[in-house]
């Protein structure tokens, strides 16, 4: 990954390029361990903000 996560309203977005999430998701997708993508956008903003679960969730995935 190219760069530290981005801090917006407590959700932390990844700085990769679409060659670097392609690989990623293979990787991922190559595991025995379960895990999720997730993908966030400004309207689950807001909401992430103000709900610790929802932040914890986005927070959480192994690649946004």
Known sequence: MTA???DVLGVLFQGL?????AAE???LAGE???????????????RAHDDERVRAIL???AMR
């Open 59 to 61: 927070n959480g995935a």
């Open 32 to 46: 025995e361990s379960r895990t999720y993508v997730v993908k966030p956008y400004s309207e689950f903003m807001p």
């Open 4 to 6: 530290e996560p981005v």
């Open 17 to 21: 390029t679409r060659r670097e999430a």
């Open 25 to 27: 998701v293979a990787r």
